[in-house]
């Protein structure tokens, strides 16, 4: 290709930037290049600019084609210095004439950065204390008794004593007040010594509250404490309670004492008073010239403010947030810095208190020099804050994203995406909530990237996040928008978290695919467009965060593929800063959540708060998924709402709390909808209103997959060896059924060929059934390839058998391709039988993240959503309509005959215990599934139930589950009074996922995060690893265990032969493993890929996670791990 490159670099950027061109192009002038070069070396120049850019560097690309025809490719560092064309301005002035950059509707700027800068000021003050300067220079370990955070507060709370806001703004403001009015025995409260008042909140004036929070805050939300069993004292900090009191979510702040901050330990009073003495009072920083001049001009300017706000401080979570935001930023930033800084503030003279050390534990930075300095940084960052979106990278003109579709089953694509132009202008303003409920293979992926682009501004770009629930399937949407997309690593991220993981994908990924120069070069011209690389390095806020590599790549890429688990910090850190990254990227991008009801009923309060939270810091959300449920869309829809009312009343210039209507958008391959809903009654018969039209457009289609009950009567009723053989037994003569209906024809052997899913609940009943099967054998004439698949099989061993099954389950290639596999066709060689079955029994792992095309499937029931995931797997490429069933459904669970009491569908399931109203009556698919449900598996149950009042939870298992997911998502109804006429009062449960927007104040505490975590994994867990014997080449197995004194070392050790049971595998007649690779010669293969030492490999890809037990565990490589209960 022909490029033309042009430089507005200014002082030593240029000659850099010469330096760079000069080696790949020839100049034509003193600030123009041209060449013709391939798309890898364009990408390599780049590359070199981006990694030497400095403040001034400006570099555009353009690239020369056709008659005449000149478009830019991407701007490198300061953007401004061309229009959007790439044009270089033909005079300039230093003049702001425009001062474009001056408006933005941020009403509530100023408040956001007196308060940052004002806590910061206070933020350190317990770190005069005699405890921490001795443990400062000792480097004492161990825990405090009180963190320095807590005797700020405790301090501030002093000076502030019984006084208005007003009042004690005005003797800070004109320096009326020494260090006794912080000191005194009579107003200084000392927790454990001489306290009187041990909640502070309940008696601080709203402003005063608002500080406190943001220096009690700046390391760790308060949390509730939990009291131990035995009533002996506290539990460790943030240990789960499993309740939530309604005094937390109304008054969250009012029981705030120092046990919310650390764990209350008993000590005696001589080891307590030294975290309440000031180790220097002379020399206290509020003495300190320079802190008091700050101190008093911000004092006077909240002064001017507090008449306006009214004493609403506490009300406002947008302001409260950000303020934390930027004050936590400036404290990590400052203290990072090095002696030699040029950005060290300069105290007002020497000091024996200090705020930190270096990382050689010398004495580093003053605490006055530290305050001030972090005040400083905070404005800096409070005020830059409005602004930083426009700094930062972005996709323009994408022509892969405006491109109209000619394949009639993506033209709804197009509609959607004009829908979105239209909504463009009213959703900068007001946001937008969208849902997307298109058909598995109709395009949904590509359709929320082009939807999101069609929403930005096109001038300037678009900046999406599209986060998934499972590494595998992030991996997957990554590489399908590099490939469809054509974009660079630099303009898209994809983070999944587990390195192994992605270098297994990345492996695969190379092995399939072979690209080259020409082709990258022939797409160009159909998927071009700008890269705005932004100027992190001129802004304030930007420059801070930018110094750390992971904050770059989570902030810098316009598009990034995520794991929602990147997002969830988000509204889920309690302590550190791990919630700043994504509460920037939701500043500053558009959020969209795939496959949210994939995920467990007990993560849907997290994920509430994400979605509440996009709306508050300003995002728009799509909701990607065909089976979205109607409770988890108005659960979902009402978050939005609270967040983003609260983001538009801090963004209108009059600071009023009015309602607003948010723009709403429903898109499916049939049609589209699009309404501005003012509140949920309206969303709610719009929602209606367009699934009503889909069921009908769905019922009109033929279906793919027809459903069939599997009886289960000749079962015995006990769990033993001669269960699991009746068991494999029906499971053996299902699958043949089914083969028989699907069965495919091999072209070179005449072999009829079939391949199916097997789906069990739960791992250990499937290993043993897996035995019994390969006990069992084949049926004469019939060959069985057996494959087993899930969670616990070493790392690599997974993700080859994952790799193979891909392969062999992906249908859009022509009809015999499938049969030409290595995999399938030396299995198919090997055996002479004219039947063959190939079957994959699988855990629960095989319903979603696979793009998988089965010829039929026979699943374990735990719930009518498993039932329809499972179902979206068969025929998922072909769609050709059924004839016969080609699902078979077992009569009930396997669990069932282990207990036939209590929660049968649970763990996976949504059933609770007896006695709860969510408790199913019979546990008999017969009984308790429609024959609408299951003749035609479509999504229709999940996204169109029957009436809420003809539901029954007790006897429906598809009217269960909409029952639990509107129990927790929706806000209950409110109670009638009791006889007497007085109001029952609100309960809340663990599970209820709308506190984080009915009370809005609750997010000022960690209490919601610590009662409602993501993912949390209440088992014990071991990591084993396969370790290569340095004598011989066998592989051993440890188990990894941390060292407690360290983050980083892991400690190796032998499990035991008593607790490692290696299981021979009988296998009967016409039946033989598919698929499985030796573990020894799978990392010598990916040791050699990654040019590394095998036993570095093995600890990384050689790995898997089981549950604790003490009586070991059983193994076969065919088999993987189970928990072995002899």
Known sequence: MNVLFITQCDKRALKETRRILDQFAERKGARTWQTSITQIGLDTVRKLLRQTARRNTAVACHWLHGQGQCDVVWIVGDASRFNTEGTVPTHTTERNILRQHDENDWATAEDIRLLAQMAALLHDLGKASVEFQHRLRTRKEGPNLYRHEWVSLRLFQAFVGAETDSEWLTRLATEQYTVTDWTAAERYQQDGINTDEKYPFRKLPPLAAALGWLVVTHHRLPVAPAEKQDGSGQEYWGKRRHKINLGELEQSLADVTHAWNACDTVAPIKERKPYWQLQEQDNFPVLDKQWRVQAAKLARKLLVLEQKRAGQWMQNSYVLHLARLSLILADHYYSSLPATSGERVQGDGPSNLYANTDSEGALK???????????????????????????????????????????????????????????????????????????????????????????????????????????????????AYQKILHLTSDDLAILVGGTASKALFDFYQAKA???????????????SYVSYEGCETNHPLLSRVMHDPQMRQFLSAPAMVCTVDHMVPATECCKGGRHIAPMLRLMSSDLILDELDDYDLKDMPALTRLVYWAGLLGSRVLLSSATLPPSLVFGMYQAYRAGRQCYMANHDASGAVSEHEIPCLW??????????????????????????????????????????????????????????????????????????????????????????????????????????????????????HLCVYHARFPLVQRSAIENMLDTAFNRRVAEQAVYALPSVRAALNAHPQKEHIFIVLASPVCEVGRDWDADWAVAEPSSVRALIQLAGRVQRHRRIPATEPNFLILDTALKYFKKKTGAIFSRPGFERGEGSVYHLSSHWMHDVLRPEEYQALTALPRVAPQPYNVWQ?????????????????????????????????????????????????????????????????????????????????????????????????????????????????????????????????????????????????????ATVTVRQNTQGWLYHHALGFATNHD
């Not at 930075?365 to 005040?375: D, R, W």
Request: aromatic fraction near 8%; charge should be positive.
């Open 667 to 784: 898109v499916d391959e049939f049609g589209l909808s699009t309404k501005e809903c003012f509140n949920i009654n309206n969303f709610e018969e719009n929602h209606t209103l367009f699934i009503k039209k889909r069921s009908q457009k769905l019922l009109e289609k033929p279906a793919v997959c027809k459903g069939e009950i599997q009886p289960l009567s000749l079962l015995s009723q006990k769990i033993d060896k001669e269960f699991y053989k009746n068991f494999a037994d029906v499971l053996r003569n299902s699958c043949v059924t089914l083969h028989k209906r699907t069965a495919g024809v091999d072209a070179v052997s005449g072999s009829k060929v079939s391949f199916g899913l097997v789906r069990m609940a739960n791992i250990d009943p499937l290993f043993h059934v897996a035995q019994a099967l390969f006990a069992l054998g084949g049926p004469e004439g019939v060959h069985i």
């Open 953 to 1101: 939870p007790q006897h429906k298992l598809a009217d269960l589950e909409q029952a639990c997911m509107r129990d927790s998502l929706l806000p209950p109804p409110v109670a009638p009074p009791n006889r007497r006429g007085i109001k029952r009062a609100f309960a809340p449960r663990v599970d209820m996922a709308a506190l984080c927007w009915q009370y809005p104040h609750a997010n000022l505490t960690g209490v919601l995060p610590q009662e409602q975590p993501f993912r949390e994994n209440t088992e014990k867990e071991d990591t084993l690893v396969f370790l290569p014997n340095e004598e011989t080449e066998d592989l051993s197995l440890y188990r990894e265990e941390q060292q407690k004194n360290t983050k980083r070392d892991t400690l190796y050790i032998p499990v035991e032969a008593s607790r490692w049971h290696t299981v021979t595998l009988k296998c009967g007649p016409n039946i033989s493993v598919w698929g499985v690779a030796d573990l020894n010669t799978l990392l010598q293969e990916q040791a050699e890929n990654l040019d590394m030492p095998l036993s570095v490999c093995a600890r990384r890809m």
């Open 513 to 527: 695919e072979v690209s080259g120069s020409e082709s990258s070069v022939s797409l160009l011209e159909e998927d």
């Open 365 to 479: 930075q003053t605490l006055s020099e530290h305050l001030l300095g972090v005040a400083r940084n905070a404005g800096l960052v409070a005020y830059a804050m409005p602004s930083f979106e426009q700094y930062l990278p972005r996709l323009a003109r994408h022509k892969g994203l405006r491109r109209r579709s000619n394949v009639p089953r993506f033209a709804w694509q197009d509609n959607a995406t004009d829908a979105a132009v239209a909504l463009r202008e009213n959703s900068f303003k007001k946001g937008l909530f969208c849902i997307c409920m298109a058909s598995t293979g109709t395009g949904k992926t590509l359709a929320g990237a082009k939807i999101m682009n069609a929403l930005a501004d096109p001038q300037k770009g678009v900046r999406f996040t599209y986060a998934l629930g499972l590494r595998a399937l992030t991996l997957q949407t990554g590489r």
